[in-house]
């Protein structure tokens, strides 16, 4: 059973295109693959359930069904930080239910894919933030680095922090949101040297994550 906590330098920075990419490359190689995403606000009401994009990519992506209260346990409809868009529908979001639906999750799939919220440090309650929620995990976390200016200081003080909270980095994707980045390449590489962990593979800039697959030797190692 392989269970990664998925992260990112930022919001927007791809972290659900990555997650939809890494499924359909564990699939590739025959694997069960599911992806749960803990708190997801912005949802939309379809059919008088609350709906969330990301998670519908993820079920597009993944060859597994699962139920939607383990894949999506808390659905907010504003588009805010979880944290207060849990506070305003009166919901306490529990880390002991979390841990419960991952728990579950696992016994149905060979690969699980955690997408958290936001950064490291996004707020998940009052008291707790992704950190916090990844340590309860306690599970290798990869990082999105969304490849754009001011990438690698968001990118090391990132990964610094995931290494001083005690989890293990298992490696790091970069996705180009910035079609037009300059220096793409040098940025990279400086990446590379300093980042403290394998680069697991490359995305180009992708709008959406319906299409590509993450399927990269390093990524192989991650289920070796």
């Not at 330098?9 to 939809?20: E, H, I, N, Q, S």
């Not at 728990?103 to 060979?110: H, I, N, R």
Request: one cysteine or more; charged letters at 15%.
């Amino acid at each position: 059973m392989n269970t990664f906590f998925i992260t990112g330098t930022d919001t927007d920075v791809g972290k659900t295109v990555a997650t939809c990419q890494l499924l359909r490359g564990f699939a590739a190689h025959g694997l069960r693959a599911v992806a749960m995403k803990p708190v997801a606000s912005g949802c939309t009401t379809i059919d008088g359930a609350l709906v969330n994009a990301d998670v519908v990519a993820h079920r597009a992506a993944g060859n597994v069904v699962v139920p939607d209260e383990l894949a999506s346990p808390y659905r907010f409809a504003p588009p805010i930080s979880p944290h207060l868009a849990a506070r305003e529908a009166g919901v306490a979001v529990s880390l002991d239910h979390l841990a419960a639906c991952a728990a579950q999750l696992q016994t149905l799939t060979d690969v699980l894919l955690i997408e958290g919220a936001g950064g490291w440090h996004a707020p998940l309650t009052d008291e707790a933030d992704m950190q916090v929620l990844a340590q309860r995990f306690n599970v290798p976390v990869i990082l999105v680095v969304g490849m754009r200016l001011g990438c690698l200081n968001h990118a090391l003080l990132s990964a610094n922090a995931i290494i001083a909270a005690g989890l293990p980095l298992a490696g790091w994707i970069a996705n180009r949101v910035d079609p037009r980045m300059d220096r793409y390449a040098d940025n990279l590489d400086w990446l590379q040297q300093h980042l403290p962990a394998p680069l697991l593979g490359e995305i180009a800039h992708a709008p959406d994550a319906a299409g590509g697959t993450l399927d990269t030797p390093a990524v192989a190692q991650l289920i070796a």
